[in-house]
């Protein structure tokens, strides 16, 4: 019985996130268009990918890079879109280049100048968001916030990067409430990086928000919110 619901309910699942994403984005006096919801698919099958893109999804983020590639060639005639949302290895950013419309997690000037160069090697310009710690955990990657203003210039000079925006994952927490101090951080430090008006540093994306907490981060800000569980289910890997 729960097995042949399985297709009806990923598709009331879609949609029943979308809704509570309108609605948040009501709330807040903002139009839903300026959120976007990343579906978060790791671990997730291809065909019940495929059944979620039928169903309304339209841009997916992956975690890891193997698992990934393998997808993007799957689904490739549904031609979704991809961002990668995971931490990103600099051996594994030449597969990066060129697959993924925005990577999220830049977590060191490291990183950013290994993109920078694989992207000039490939004459093109990789739109990218910067990880920040924001609560200054001492086991999670990512920017911490002091750090990340000294390191702005360096960063802003990579020719072949496109720094759009910041994303960070609050500690973990009860009730999603919790996490707004946090959101509400994030989006200031935004606010502080673009009054800098360093030209390839734009800033207009927040991607911060997942299943237990994507509306209260809507309300702070939030333009890509990262689901897999509210519309997957729970991940048994
Ligand atoms: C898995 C993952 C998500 C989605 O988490 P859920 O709690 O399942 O919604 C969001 N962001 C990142 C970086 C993830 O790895």
């Not at 509570?20 to 709330?27: D, G, K, V």
């Not at 339209?58 to 193997?66: H, P, V």
């Not at 759009?164 to 606010?191: C, N």
Request: proline share 4%; glycine share 8%.
């Amino acid at each position: 019985m729960m097995e042949r619901d399985a297709d009806d309910s990923l598709a009331r699942r879609v949609h029943r996130v979308l809704d509570r994403l309108h609605c948040a984005a009501e709330r807040a006096g903002r139009s839903s268009e300026t959120v976007r919801l990343v579906a978060a698919t790791k671990t997730v099958q291809v065909e019940r990918i495929r059944e979620g893109l039928q169903a309304g999804l339209s841009l997916l983020g992956e975690n890891r890079m193997q698992e990934a590639l393998s997808k993007v060639a799957l689904l490739q005639d549904l031609s979704p879109r991809w961002h990668f949302i995971g931490q990103l290895q600099r051996r594994k950013v030449r597969d990066a280049i060129g697959r993924f419309e925005l990577i999220h997690s830049v977590d060191s000037v490291e990183l950013a100048q290994e993109i920078d160069r694989r992207a000039g090697a490939a004459g093109v310009a990789q739109a990218v968001l910067l990880e920040v710690n924001i609560a200054g955990e001492a086991s999670k990657a990512g920017f911490q916030p002091d750090a990340l203003m000294r390191d702005l210039a360096s960063l802003g000079a990579l020719p072949h990067l496109r720094i759009q925006g910041l994303m960070t994952i609050p500690p973990p927490a009860a009730q999603p409430e919790e996490a707004r101090p946090y959101f509400r951080e994030l989006r200031g430090l935004g606010a502080r990086i673009r009054a800098e008006g360093i030209p390839s540093v734009t800033m207009q994306e927040l991607s911060m928000g997942m299943s237990h907490d994507f509306e209260i981060a809507i309300e702070e800000g939030a333009t890509l919110v990262r689901v897999g569980t509210a519309i997957f289910g729970a991940r048994h890997v």
